[in-house]
């Protein structure tokens, strides 16, 4: 089983930056891979960044390449999404995920364990 806790959501203007955390318990963090996703209203959740369970390889949607950065602390179960440059179409609720068989899954089925998401809101 492993238990995942999003945090560092919130309103930001156009341009602006957030970094969200997610906080994992459970099983051996640094034994398995990890992503990101997200899910605007009236549309199916996407996927937006996955990282290796060393932080050795990382994986991004063309959306967000060059403006979000994943990353994970091993020491710490957390993995972080940095996003910057945001833009009104970013906004989303933004879910950490497990992915304990596979690296670098783009397809939301291929994870096992969710979080219960965070609110990123961009205004223009």
């Known amino acids: 089983q492993v238990q995942l806790v999003e945090s560092g959501g919130g309103l930001v203007q156009a341009g602006g930056s957030l970094r969200l955390s997610c906080v994992a318990s459970?099983?051996?963090?640094?034994?398995?891979?990890m992503g990101w996703f997200r899910q605007a209203p009236g549309k199916e959740r996407e996927f937006v960044a996955a990282?290796?369970?060393?932080?050795?390889?990382?994986y991004y949607a063309d959306s967000v390449k060059g403006r979000f950065t994943i990353s994970r602390d091993n020491t710490k179960n957390t993995v972080y999404l940095q996003m910057n440059s945001l833009k009104p179409e970013d906004t989303a609720v933004y879910y950490c995920?497990?992915?304990?068989?596979?690296?670098?899954?783009?397809?939301?089925?291929?994870?096992?364990?969710w979080g219960q998401g965070t609110q990123v809101t961009v205004s223009s």
């Open positions: 459970g099983r051996t963090f640094s034994s398995y891979a």
């Open positions: 990282i290796s369970w060393s932080g050795g390889s990382t």
């Open positions: 995920a497990a992915d304990l068989v596979r690296v670098g899954a783009t397809e939301a089925y291929e994870y096992d364990y």
